[in-house]
């Protein structure tokens, strides 16, 4: 994980110079969510979204694939421990069809929702606790990290000072 690049009152930004360091980042972000919340990643078509999330999951002990459910919207990752469930929303033809999937049953106060595309669900979407915009740039890719409530203010602190 390289060095922490600037950061104002609401927001942070990290440089993630390879893969790994995308994957560091998720594995880093499951100890700050404490398990849950809601988390949305956003940027460009091959910015590093499912990378990000592939890491956070290797870091809970799942071994399996992880790909974009691009087709299936969701895919779920429950145990005994917790429930992560992981969005694409990328192939969704209108927000509404976010009532039809049951969304609002994923978002349980002790579940971590990861949504990638959630541009695509404006107006149905709740406020994330955590924004994570991932940007390719030369050096790799930029990641910033937004609180939009409480418990993302607390995680972006967890952020900043646990160890990546
Ligand atoms: N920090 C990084 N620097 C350079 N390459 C990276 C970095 N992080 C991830 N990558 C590479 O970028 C690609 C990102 O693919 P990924 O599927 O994660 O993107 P995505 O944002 O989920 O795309 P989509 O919107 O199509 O689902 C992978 O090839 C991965 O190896
Ligand atoms: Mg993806």
Do not use: N
């Not at 421990?81 to 927000?95: M, T």
């Amino acid at each position: 994980m390289k060095p922490l690049k600037h950061r104002d009152e609401k927001s942070l930004t990290w440089m993630l110079l390879d893969e790994a360091a995308t994957m560091a980042f998720g594995a880093h972000l499951l100890r700050s969510a404490l398990g849950h919340g809601l988390v949305t990643l956003s940027g460009p078509l091959g910015a590093g979204k499912t990378t990000l999330v592939r890491g956070l999951l290797r870091a809970t002990g799942y071994q399996g694939a992880v790909k974009s459910p691009t087709f299936t919207l969701v895919e779920s990752y429950e145990s005994k421990e917790r429930s992560i469930y992981h969005f694409d929303l990328y192939r969704l033809a209108d927000p509404d069809e976010l009532e039809w999937l049951g969304f609002r049953d994923y978002l349980r106060p002790e579940a971590l929702c990861l949504i990638e595309w959630p541009e695509k669900g404006a107006g149905f979407l709740p406020s994330p606790d955590l924004e994570i915009t991932l940007t390719p740039c030369p050096e790799g890719r930029k990641l910033k990290l937004s609180a939009g409530t409480l418990k993302g203010d607390a995680m972006l602190g967890c952020l900043l000072t646990g160890d990546p």
